[in-house]
């Protein structure tokens, strides 16, 4: 699942064109329709040609509303860089494209709208010529052109595709089991009270998961989820999410707060970061300037503290560290915008290197500036988890192999990773970086964990009268090889988290749950077993008496023990049954069928299936027409 977002000046077909796309309206403002210009964020969404679903967030175009349009493109994961056929690049095409290089947006399509109105196709290439260039150097100067008309309609079909061809080989958002949905609007609807939306990110939201706002620390529980319009459970990262919030009133959240797990994250006062003044800056950055800070949907006022110099020059790069009027949700890694706020202009952006700095640093200290730049390029550990990231479960040896560090900075690397808990061992060794042994990053082993739980909960609720999941059916579900499987397995074992019963995997504690009605023909079956403990009811008279799945339930439970296909006995009676048999045995040295019969004083039909299982099972052998201990 992925979002794509719109870009480009007022006017230009934006949300026209997701209307001729998705059949829905962005502009959901009355005031929005009567003026026939975006505003705020509009949403949409649409299903590509090969079945992926997309959600869509169309942006305002107009220089007035370009703080919204920050609010909007942060989570996206590709744009539509719309351009108008009969007016070709303009102001805000430019801002907008800049914003789109500064925060790095991954991919992209150029959209030239309103062909309809061109009669002369050389126009139409002396204006992508135009595109091109202004293009060039920027995240989008390989984007595909496509040209269209919303009114005719025309270039539709060849926008879809591209569409689905660009998200193709887009990899998909890491789970990494610390979900945040940076909020981009909040309502109220009735009879379900608050309900905010955003792009989620690095986790999944499930209905009843108890959760925290942030950065005002108020708490509250999921009530319910929607992506699309459709209810779900889970949300999964990536997707456009609508929450529904319980124990929190709609004055007590608003757009650019975020949506955590309790715990999970802390707010900043003060980030440090790297930035790029963008070179069209109508003048330098100095030294306790004020600027707005745009980070993900939110927005404050920051008091910037150039380090290891005094002013930045348009086009120059830099170190800042922002003293945040208001506390943000930041990662390392997150990518920002700073605008001048009067006159009102877009200075530049960067990324976010230390969004927790012990305290207000000199500025002109080199060993900040060497810490900074370390930081920026990541720590010999950094690297590593990195790597242990994107390979998942791996032996330790590859991740040591894909980060590229050498021997002793890999093993300090290594020591630190696992002392900390970033670093997960599968298997037990010394973890040394040329070792065999099993490893995972922390956050993918926070994911599988998740799942596995996820999995045994569903799979226990839908199945209440089974002691557990099969053991390959669970592998299956978690897509794992044996070889991974088998090490995460015995850790959740070892540590407490799940039980093994033979080939079944269960949560501690579970039990099988048989209401009054069950509880009641187990009863009297079992009292039929009582009465003739050796001669007992044939498999299909007990299950007709109590079920098919209520009769596997108890074979599971091990109340019963089957011997064949129609004969069972209850565990208890058979068990004293290969005691009483073994010690003849012993005495005798051999035992038949007739004195095995006579023993018991039952039938040859339950006695001929008892001894074959009894030999099937490596417990006696049968010679002729004896039965000897194996």
């Known amino acids: 699942m992925y979002v794509i977002g719109t870009a480009g000046h007022v006017d230009h077909g934006k949300s026209t064109l997701i209307t001729a796309l998705t059949g829905i309206n962005p502009d959901r403002l009355k005031e929005e329709q009567e003026r026939e210009m975006t ?40 744009v539509l860089l719309v351009v108008a056929a009969d007016e070709g690049v303009m102001p805000q095409t430019s801002e907008h494209l800049a914003i789109l290089d500064l925060l790095q947006i991954p991919a992209g399509l150029v959209v030239l709208t309103k062909i309809d109105l061109i009669d002369d196709p050389s126009w139409l290439d002396l204006v992508e010529g135009d595109i091109h260039t202004l293009l060039r150097g920027t995240v989008l100067q390989e984007a595909p052109f496509v040209r269209v008309s919303a009114r005719t309609r025309e270039g539709l079909p060849e926008l879809l595709s591209a569409l ?30 608050t309900v905010v939306t955003g792009t989620l990110l690095d986790g999944r939201l499930a209905v009843g998961d108890e959760v925290e706002i942030l950065p005002s620390g108020r708490k509250g529980r999921i009530r319910g989820l929607q992506t699309h319009k459709e209810r779900e459970e889970t949300a999964v990262p990536g997707s456009r999410t609508a929450v529904n919030l319980s124990g929190i009133n709609l004055q007590d959240i608003r757009r650019g707060e975020v949506v955590t797990r309790p715990g999970q994250y802390t707010p900043s006062r003060r980030i440090d970061v790297r930035f790029h003044l963008l070179p069209n800056a109508s003048g330098s950055l100095r030294h306790a300037q004020e600027a707005k800070l745009f980070l993900g949907t939110s927005e404050t006022v920051a008091m910037v503290r150039l380090l290891g110099s005094d002013v930045l020059e348009p086009g120059q790069e830099g ?39 012990k305290a207000r640093v000199r500025r002109f200290d080199q060993a900040v500036i060497q810490r900074l730049e370390s930081l920026l390029q990541g720590s010999p550990t950094e690297v590593l988890l990195q790597a242990g990231l994107t390979l998942g479960p791996s032996a330790l040896k590859q991740v040591v192999q894909r980060s590229r560090l050498d021997p002793q900075a890999a093993q300090a690397a290594i020591d630190e990773a696992i002392s900390s808990g970033q670093l997960i061992a599968l298997e037990e060794g010394p973890l040394t970086p040329t070792a065999d042994l099993l490893v995972l990053a922390q956050q993918s082993w926070a994911q599988l964990t998740g799942q596995v739980s996820r999995i045994l909960d569903a799979y226990q609720q839908e199945f ?21 499987f088998h090490a995460v397995l015995k850790r959740w074992i070892r540590e407490g988290m799940l039980v093994e019963h033979a080939t079944l995997v269960a949560t501690p504690g579970h039990t099988l749950h048989f209401n009054e009605e069950q509880s009641a023909a187990i009863q009297r079956l079992l009292d039929k077993f009582a009465k003739a403990p050796y001669a007992p009811p044939a498999v299909k008279e007990c299950q007709a008496e109590v079920g098919e799945e209520v009769f596997k339930a108890l074979i599971e439970a091990e109340e019963l023990m089957p011997v064949s296909a129609e004969v069972v006995f209850r565990k208890a009676d058979y068990l004293k049954m290969v005691e009483q048999v073994r010690a003849t045995i012993l005495q005798r040295g051999q035992i038949t069928l007739a004195e095995t019969r006579d023993l018991f004083q039952t039938s040859r039909r339950y006695i001929q299936a008892f001894l074959e299982h009894l030999d099937a099972s490596g417990i006696t052998v049968r010679q002729g027409d004896f039965h000897k201990l194996k």
């Not at 869509?56 to 609010?71: Q, S």
């Not at 998909?172 to 979900?179: K, N, V, W």
């Open 39 to 78: 505003i705020d964020l509009g949403f949409a969404w649409l299903t590509l040609p090969d079945g992926e679903q997309v959600g869509i967030v169309d942006v305002p175009g107009h220089r007035d509303f370009i703080e919204n349009m920050l609010a909007g493109v942060g989570g996206i994961d590709a």
């Open 164 to 193: 689905g061809a660009l998200l193709q080989n887009r990899p998909p958002r890491p789970d990494l089991g610390r979900p945040r949905l940076p909020v981009d609007r909040v309502f109220s609807m009735a009879g379900f009270g």
């Open 319 to 357: 170190w800042l560290q922002l003293e945040l009027e208001q506390p943000v949700l930041a990662l390392r890694g997150d990518h920002f915008i700073l605008r001048r706020p009067s006159p009102s202009e877009t200075l530049g952006g960067g990324l976010v290197v230390d969004p927790q700095p």
């Open 464 to 484: 209440p009268l089974r002691r557990g999941i099969p053991r390959e059916e669970l592998k299956s579900r978690l897509k794992l090889s044996a070889l991974v």
